[in-house]
């Protein structure tokens, strides 16, 4: 892909290369801490037809790190997500029309699709799994 970017777009794009409907994913923002037996925990917790997995990650404040981990559990995120494609194609993926190149609110029109679907959405707290701190400033144009 080239030009601006546009993040639900190639979430989109990558997915489609995913080569089997019955592949499990977990997609994931690029500043987290992803601890080795992760997806042990997305097997676990995720179930084809049933169940979204969307693990709570603790967000680290500014300055800190995964050693030092000062922050708050991010309970209202849903940015983190383990899902079968089969269930990926039947949510219709990412809003490329609605979240072109706006940072925000993708997450939660992705979770409304997934409820509407009568999928459930399991949520645990994950030691281990950080997002670090960083700036909205400039995010998307």
Known sequence: MTGKFYKTLALNKAVEHIPSEHDLLFLFDLHIDVPADIMDSVRKNTIKGHIVFCPQ?????????????????????????????????????????????????????????????????????????????HTKKKKWG
């Open 57 to 133: 990650v603790g967000r680290l404040n500014c300055g800190s790190s995964s050693v030092d981990h000062k922050g708050y559990w991010e309970l209202d995120g849903y940015g983190l997500v383990g899902v079968y494609k089969s269930d990926w194609i039947r949510f219709g993926g990412m809003n490329t029309e609605k979240f072109k190149y706006k940072w925000g609110g993708e997450d939660w029109d992705l979770l409304d699709r997934i409820i509407n679907l009568s999928l459930e959405v399991e949520r645990i707290k994950y030691p281990g799994l950080y997002h670090h701190y």
